[in-house]
Each structure stands twice: as C-alpha cells, then as structure tokens.
C-alpha cells in the first residue's frame, strides 16, 4: 500500500510542479513584459519550482492529488492600462497550462509509435507521467478560468465588466478562499470543471 502511494507521487509530482512552476512563471512573464518588474525583483521569473511552492498547496497534492503555487506578485499600478494588461496577466496562466496540455498530447503520441524501441521499465512510468500531465494541465487550465476571486477568470472577466462589476469583484476577492472552500465542499465546483475537462481531454488525447 505505501509503496504504491510513492509510486503515484513518484509519477505525479513532476507534472504537478511543471505545471504549477510554468503556470506562475507565464503570469509574471507577461507582467514583466507588460512594465511590471515585481516578480522578477522577487526572484519569481523562474521555471525553478522551489521558488513557488506553496506548503499548503504541496500538502494537498500529497492528500488530494490536486494543488497549487504561489501567486506571483503583481503590481497592476506599472500597467499602462491596468484593467486590459491585467486580463492579458491572467490568462497567461491558463494559456500555460493548455499549452502543455497539448504538448504532453503529442508527446504521449510519440511515445506510442517508439513503444517498441524503448524498455518497459522505463516506458510505463513515463507514459503514466505524461498522461498525468494532459489530465492535470486541462484540469487547471479550465479551473483557473472559473470567474470566481482570486482565479483568472475573475481578472479576465472584468476586463468586460463595468466599473461597478469591477469594485464587486474587488470587495469579493479577499473571500475567495472561502467560497472556493465552499464550492468545493458542496461538490459543485467537480460537476462544473469534470465533464469540461473529460471533453477536452477526448479532444487532445483521444
């Protein structure tokens, strides 16, 4: 039994932090580009992972198998056009994680046609990884597109919302959290994001 909880981090945890590691990089990539140095004065503009690991996010991938980083700072106060550059912030982060979706798509592809040339040993884990890594990827890329503060999709949205739309999501944002917490809890949040996720997973891999 435990051994095989170590073989399933073994084979998880190097998606889990590729994708974690690229989603926060692209976001403070894009920020930096956009005029805002905040996250590359914090060291952050990095594709080292321990430089955005979250304990508790760490704790819930080792319980839940699902968790996350730490946000990237960003000061929107650099933008020309906070609204707009903060909706392009955003959805680097999704963008990042479709990204390599679609990458670990074709590269469990290649995989399949060089099956013969590469020892099972060593072809089993890493087809098991890569298929990890189109699952999880597509599972952050549509949950982080949910409107719900803090969560891109909340940054994107109001980018289209007016001003008052805009102060809501504001005064939201401090208890995201909870309502994420909640929506987990009530279960709603697996009915939204799963049948999405199934769908585009039957789109990419097959």
């Known amino acids: 039994m435990t051994n095989n909880i170590i073989q399933?981090?073994?084979?998880?945890?190097?998606?889990?932090?590729?994708?974690?590691?690229f989603h926060e990089f692209c976001h403070g990539?894009?920020?930096?580009?956009?005029?805002?140095?905040?996250a590359h004065d914090a060291?952050?503009?990095?594709?080292?992972?321990?430089?955005?690991?979250?304990?508790?996010?760490?704790?819930?991938?080792?319980?839940?198998?699902?968790?996350?980083?730490?946000?990237?700072?960003?000061?929107a106060s650099y933008f020309r056009n906070p609204i707009k550059d903060m909706m392009w912030v955003a959805l680097a982060g999704p963008a990042s994680n479709l990204a390599l979706a679609l990458i670990s798509a074709v590269a469990i592809k290649l995989l399949v046609m060089t099956e013969?040339?590469?020892?099972?040993?060593?072809?089993?884990?890493?087809?098991?990884?890569?298929?990890?890594?189109?699952?999880?990827?597509?599972?952050?890329?549509?949950?982080n597109l949910l409107p719900i503060p803090p969560l891109d999709g909340s940054r994107i949205l109001t980018?289209?919302?007016?001003a008052q739309g805009v102060m809501l999501f504001y005064k939201l944002e401090p208890f995201g959290f909870?309502?994420?917490?909640?929506?987990?809890?009530?279960?709603?949040?697996?009915?939204?994001?799963?049948?999405?996720?199934?769908?585009?997973h039957s789109l990419i891999a097959g």
Do not use: C, E
């Open 29 to 38: 990539y894009v920020a930096w580009r956009l005029g805002d140095p905040t």
């Open 116 to 143: 013969a040339f590469i020892p099972g040993v060593i072809l089993v884990p890493l087809y098991n990884m890569v298929a990890v890594s189109i699952w999880f990827n597509l599972v952050l890329f549509i949950f």
């Open 159 to 162: 980018r289209f919302l007016p």
């Open 43 to 75: 060291g952050r503009l990095t594709m080292n992972p321990l430089k955005h690991l979250d304990p508790l996010g760490v704790l819930a991938f080792i319980i839940m198998k699902i968790g996350w980083a730490k946000p990237v700072p960003i000061n």
């Open 8 to 21: 399933q981090i073994a084979i998880m945890a190097p998606p889990f932090l590729l994708a974690i590691t």
């Open 178 to 200: 909870i309502i994420l917490l909640a929506l987990f809890y009530l279960g709603i949040i697996p009915k939204l994001i799963m049948p999405l996720t199934q769908f585009a």
